[in-house]
C-alpha cells in the first residue's frame, strides 16, 4: 500500500497538471518526476501517467463539447494520423533508455519555447483564422504523425507540439485547436496504454490517484479556456512552455 500523503501529493499533482496540460502543455512534467518520487524507474513513471493522462483527456473532451468548442468535421483525418504515429512511439519507447527519454524531452521544450518567443504566429493562429483540412494541408500530415509518435513516445510536453499542429498548421483558433488537443492525446494515449499494460509496466493505484486530479483539473481548466482572452491564453501558453523546459532541467 502507498503512503496516504503520497496519494494526496499525487492527487494535488495531477490537478495542477490537469488545468496545465488542458490549457497548453507541459503538466506530465510534474506528475513524472511526483511518481519518480516514488521509487518508480523511469519508464513504469512514464506509463503509469498515461491512467491520468487518459481521463483527464476524456474529462476535458466533455467539457468542451458541452460548450460546443469542439470541431469534429475533420477528426477522423486527425486522429487516424495521431494513431499510428502514437503507436510507433509507443513501441520505440520500449527500447530507448530513460537517458535518451530525457533528451528529447528536453530538446523538444526547448525548440518549442524558441518559436515561442521568435516566431509565435507558426504555433497561435488568429482568432478570425479559417481551419484548413488535413486532406488539403499536406504538411499537416507529417506534423500530426510526429505528435502522435512524440506522445506515444514520452507524453511530457506533447500538448505544445499538437498545439503546433492543431492550431499553426491547420490555423484553428487556441480554444477549438485546445479541444481537438485533448482529442489526439485521448487517440495515442489508448494506443500506448494497450501496449504498456501488455508489458506489465502500470501500478494501478497510484496512476488511479493521479487521475482524480487530472479529471477535476481538466473540468475546470475548460471553464478558463472558454472563457480567457486570446492575449492571456498566448502568454500563459509561452509561460508554460518555458517552466516545462525549465522543470526538465530541473529534473534532469
Not at 496516504?4 to 506528475?31: E, H, K, P
Not at 519555447?113 to 488568429?126: D, G, H, N, S
Not at 514520452?154 to 485546445?178: E, K, P, T
Not at 479529471?215 to 479556456?225: D, F, Q, R, S
Request: charged letters at 10%; proline letters at 4%; glycine letters at 10%.
Amino acid at each position: 500500500m502507498i503512503d496516504f500523503w503520497f496519494i494526496l501529493l499525487l492527487v494535488v499533482t495531477g490537478f495542477i497538471a490537469g488545468i496545465i496540460n488542458t490549457l497548453a502543455g507541459g503538466g506530465s512534467n510534474l506528475t513524472i518526476p511526483a511518481l519518480m518520487v516514488l521509487g518508480m524507474p523511469a519508464d513504469v513513471a512514464n506509463a503509469t501517467n498515461r491512467v491520468g493522462v487518459l481521463l483527464q483527456s476524456i474529462s476535458g473532451i466533455v467539457g468542451f463539447k458541452k460548450h460546443d468548442k469542439l470541431p469534429t468535421n475533420d477528426l477522423p483525418a486527425i486522429i487516424g494520423l495521431i494513431i499510428l504515429g502514437g503507436g510507433f512511439g509507443a513501441a520505440t519507447a520500449l527500447i530507448l533508455s530513460p537517458e535518451t527519454l530525457k533528451y528529447v524531452l528536453l530538446s523538444s521544450m526547448i525548440i518549442m519555447a524558441l518559436i515561442m518567443i521568435f516566431v509565435p504566429e507558426l504555433i497561435i493562429a488568429k482568432a478570425d483564422a479559417t481551419p484548413k483540412r488535413v486532406s488539403s494541408t499536406r504538411s499537416s500530415w507529417f506534423v500530426l504523425l510526429a505528435s502522435g509518435f512524440y506522445g506515444g513516445l514520452i507524453q511530457a510536453g506533447v500538448g505544445f507540439i499538437l498545439l503546433f499542429a492543431l492550431a499553426g498548421s491547420l490555423r484553428y483558433d487556441l480554444v477549438r485547436a485546445n479541444a481537438l488537443k485533448l482529442v489526439c492525446t485521448l487517440a495515442f494515449t489508448v494506443t500506448s496504454l494497450v501496449i504498456f499494460i501488455y508489458q506489465d509496466l502500470i501500478l494501478w493505484q497510484p496512476g488511479l490517484a493521479l487521475a482524480l486530479g487530472n479529471i477535476i483539473g481538466a473540468w475546470i481548466a475548460v471553464k478558463i479556456a472558454i472563457t480567457i482572452e486570446p492575449r492571456i491564453m498566448k502568454i500563459l501558453i509561452f509561460v508554460m512552455t518555458v517552466l516545462a523546459a525549465l522543470a526538465v532541467l530541473y529534473f534532469d
